[in-house]
Nanobody, 126 residues
């Protein structure tokens, strides 16, 4: 059974940084893609970025491109989201998700992911 556990959220001032972690267990993830999504109150879920576990290819949403970086540790079975130059509009619950069909490409839609973590709150104050 796939389990995804996010951590690292919190309160940070605008311009600051946070690093989120997503610890994955229950499978061998070499053929998976891992995605990060966020959802703010009253808004639709938004694609943040994704990474292919095997080769490390990444894809980012337009609103975070150049500020956020996704990486993974194969040894630790963990995916990271480094968030720099944070803005108040980055405030949201951030969730990681797993797609077992990485070979079909990195997906921006949450419907392409089969497994989800519980999410972690990120709050950016102005």
């Amino acid at each position: 059974q796939v389990q995804l556990v996010e951590s690292g959220g919190g309160l940070v001032q605008a311009g600051g940084s946070l690093r989120l972690s997503c610890a994955a267990s229950g499978r061998t993830f070499s053929r998976y893609a891992m995605g990060w999504f966020r959802q703010a109150p009253g808004k639709e879920r938004e694609f943040v970025g994704a990474i292919r576990w095997d080769v490390g290819f990444t894809l980012y949403g337009d609103s975070v491109k150049g500020r956020f970086t996704i990486s993974r540790s194969i040894a630790e079975n963990t995916v990271y989201l480094q968030m720099n130059s944070l803005k108040p509009e980055d405030t949201a619950v951030y969730s990681c998700a797993a797609d077992p069909r990485a070979s079909s490409g990195l997906k921006k839609s949450g419907e392409g992911y089969d497994y989800w973590g519980q999410g972690t709150q990120v709050t950016v104050s102005s």
